[in-house]
């Protein structure tokens, strides 16, 4: 290895070190604090956390509570996973069945107008998650504009209550609120595909649509699994969706679980063992998305 090689490497090993640093105060040091306190107590008089900060002291009566929820027959938790993982999985589908078309639309046809279509895909970033679910709950209700809507259209012969506990309501609001995470991902690669690739794919006779289904979406490949996780990995953890357009029991998802749990009586070390429990569980899936993408690059490379 040459001396500017080494310069080279050092230089840029220099850049990555303070976000290295940062990761290690900001996230791996929270994340020891979460391990502590799951394998902790809980005052009997306070009701507060005893975080157990010495490894060989550590208590996993949290995790054998959480695992027997999960594994055993009948569990109280393990309705509560298959539920989120059904609603994350429909959600996520639907929002890149969205997502995708428009993305390609702007990417490929905005033309003078891709800067003002980029404008109103960034502009719900300028309001926060939780006004725009807040927003939900009015046209949801029984005199918002979804009824009249419904009722004009004829789909409805009567107001319905779509905040009575329906699924359908938390998984569009799971879709309506990570959308636009989805259509900027998937925009930013579109738009660097090399259009000769599209134009050689016509030379030779490919059709519109041939030409998309061979040429476009595999290479498009990379950004789907990114956008699917980028979207997925904050919905496991959405509490106030729920909360927000249903508040029942029924619809409740693993991040109402943690929250009851911490906030909600004394069982803080409990909540602390399903945010590892769920921490382990996404870790495999975002392995899974680091190999599938490293597999679809080296396939493109070929």
């Keep these: 290895m040459s001396e500017v090689t080494r310069r080279r490497q050092a230089f840029w090993a220099g850049l990555a070190l303070p976000g290295v640093a940062w990761q290690a105060v900001f996230f791996l040091l929270p994340f020891y604090v979460i ?59 639907l929002s890149l069945a969205i997502a995708y078309p428009v993305a390609y639309f702007v990417a490929r046809h905005g033309g003078r107008w891709k800067g003002i279509l980029l404008v109103g895909l ?16 009015n046209l949801l209700q029984d005199d918002g504009w979804v009824n009249d809507v419904l009722l004009w259209a004829g789909i409805l012969d009567a107001p319905r209550n779509w905040l009575d506990g329906r699924a359908s309501s938390v998984i569009l609001g799971l879709v309506y609120g990570y959308v636009p ?15 000769s690739l599209l134009e050689a794919a016509r030379d030779l006779g490919a ?17 789907v699994l990114a956008g699917c996780a980028i979207i997925a990995l904050p919905m496991f953890g959405d509490y106030y969706t729920p909360d927000l357009l249903s508040g029942s029991p029924n619809t409740s ?21 399903l945010v590892v429990v769920l921490m382990m569980m996404l870790s495999i899936l975002l392995a899974y998305y680091v190999i599938a993408t490293a597999r679809a690059e080296r396939r493109l490379q070929r």
């Design 181 to 195: 995470f989805m259509i900027l991902t998937l925009y930013a690669f579109l738009d660097r595909i090399d259009r």
């Design 122 to 137: 960034v502009a719900p970033f300028f309001i926060s998650y939780l006004m725009r679910m807040l927003a939900w709950i």
């Design 253 to 273: 998802l693993i991040g109402n679980q943690i929250t009851q749990y911490i906030l909600g009586g004394p069982q803080q070390n409990v909540g602390a063992a």
């Design 35 to 93: 391990v502590c306190v799951a394998f902790g107590t809980v005052d009997p008089i306070f009701q507060t956390p005893r975080p157990a900060w010495n490894p060989l002291t550590w208590d996993p009566q949290a995790f054998e509570f959480v695992f027997e929820g999960l594994f055993s027959s009948g569990g109280s938790l393990q309705r509560v996973f298959i539920r989120t993982f059904v609603y994350v999985a429909i959600a996520v589908a």
């Design 207 to 223: 059709s519109p649509s041939r030409a998309f289904r061979l040429v476009t979406l595999p290479l498009s490949t990379p950004a």
